[in-house]
């Protein structure tokens, strides 16, 4: 593992996977690192900062979809089932669903224990009397759900079009796993982001204030900051392309000049032009979203979209 030391003197410890996730990505050709290194503290600050920027639709209008249909989620999952968000929970789009269906439990799962207790605490103080069990797991695989909620039926919450940061089969594999997960009698309520035309598309993913690029640009700077890394930042633009044939927007780094640098003590090399492919952002029209939800093992009972159908929430029991 690398010993990393900060200009105060203190010491940390890279993640050994971040490591060798970006040294096999920058190797390989078309080179590409996981979305899911985006999201140091700073990257996370800039997410954040993203769900408010006028051109990212996402956020405000699932939250909008949400607020509309409680009463409709409740009549159809019931009260007293077990939440299981997927993902830390936000702090606007799930005290929407809870205050809606009355549940009997909330587990909130998420990689990062760090957010988990955060939005856990968060949780709790909003609703006093709901039973909060954080579950700190890699949701990617099937768990073994807390003992206290074995019981309860389940439903799972997975908002955000976070499934659509995922190829089509790696999206397939996790809705099968959530559906292993849940049990019997589960339900999942599910964001995802439809197509639509690449001037909407693009600009979402390409500001005029430059937080997306900050966001993509920080990738680089965590290379620098946690992995020895002498990546010179300056020379990299943030690209976002729609690409129609698999549907997603692409986000890349492209090297606007010969580079070379070192990462953990590796030289890698650029031409001008050349891109790291950073993040996939999928997006679903209603036939295909139904298709993958079947693919992955659920059967869709029920769907919302906003007036303009950027956005749809899907129901579906397993
Ligand atoms: C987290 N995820 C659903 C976002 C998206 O829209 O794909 C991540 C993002 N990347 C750039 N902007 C937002």
Do not use: C
């Not at 389940?154 to 996790?174: E, H, Q, R, V």
């Not at 292993?180 to 693009?202: H, T, W, Y």
């Amino acid at each position: 593992m690398l010993k990393q030391e900060a200009a105060d003197g203190t010491r940390s410890f890279a993640d050994p996977q971040f490591r060798a996730d970006v040294l096999a990505g920058l190797a390989r050709r078309p080179r590409a690192i996981p979305a899911r290194w985006f999201y140091d503290r700073r990257g996370s600050e800039l997410f954040e900062a993203i769900t408010d920027l006028p051109e990212y639709y996402p956020t405000r209008t699932e939250i909008g979809i949400l607020s509309r249909i409680g009463g409709d989620v409740r009549a159809r999952v019931g009260a007293g089932r077990a939440v299981v968000e997927f993902g830390s929970g936000s702090s606007t789009k799930t005290p929407l669903l809870l205050g809606a269906i009355d549940p009997s439990a909330y587990v909130p799962i998420d990689i990062s224990g760090d957010f988990l207790r955060q939005s856990s605490r968060a949780l709790s103080a909003a609703f006093p009397d709901l039973l909060v069990l954080p579950f700190e797991a890699d949701f990617m695989r099937p768990l073994a759900l807390p003992r206290a909620i074995a019981d309860a039926p389940k439903l799972g919450f997975f908002p955000g079009s976070t499934i659509g940061n995922m190829t089509p089969l790696m999206a397939t594999d996790l809705l099968r796993a959530m559906r292993a997960s849940l049990g019997e009698g589960a339900m999942l309520l599910i964001g995802m982001d439809r197509i639509k035309g690449a001037d909407v598309l693009v600009p979402a993913y390409d500001d005029a204030a430059g937080v997306t690029a900050a966001f993509n640009l920080n990738l680089l700077e965590r290379i620098n900051r946690e992995l020895a890394g002498t990546v010179p930042v300056d020379a990299f633009r943030h690209v976002a392309r729609w690409n129609d044939d698999r549907a997603r927007i692409e986000m890349h780094l492209q090297a606007q000049r010969d580079v070379d640098f070192t990462v953990d003590g590796r030289p890698f090399q650029m031409a001008a032009g050349e891109t790291i492919h950073t993040e996939n952002s999928h997006k679903y029209g209603a036939r295909d979203a139904r298709i993958l939800l079947r693919a992955g093992g659920w059967t869709p009972v029920a769907e919302w979209t906003d007036p303009d159908g950027l956005f749809a929430v899907y129901l579906a029991e397993a």
